[in-house]
């Protein structure tokens, strides 16, 4: 298992999206764990949020929830 942490690039992807999106609320708090999966060249999270996290390029859902088959 690996420690992942934020960085200052974290924060300046973060704001990115923020503004690239037009996110508010709760969705900024989605855009910082975008970035910080980002900045650490993470290309797959597993999240059941997809509605939330499939407007980030970049980054490929794996929903645990959802069967497959």
């Known amino acids: 298992m690996s420690l992942i942490l934020q960085t200052q690039e974290t924060l300046y992807i973060g704001l990115e999206l923020i503004k690239k999106y037009s ?3 709760d969705k ?3 855009a910082y764990l975008a970035a910080t999966a980002l900045g650490n060249d993470i290309k797959v999270i597993a999240t059941d949020n997809t ?4 407007v980030f390029k970049g980054i490929e859902l794996l929903n645990p929830f959802v069967k497959v088959g």
């Open 28 to 30: 900024v708090f989605d």
């Open 51 to 54: 509605k939330d996290f499939k």
């Open 23 to 25: 996110l508010s609320a």
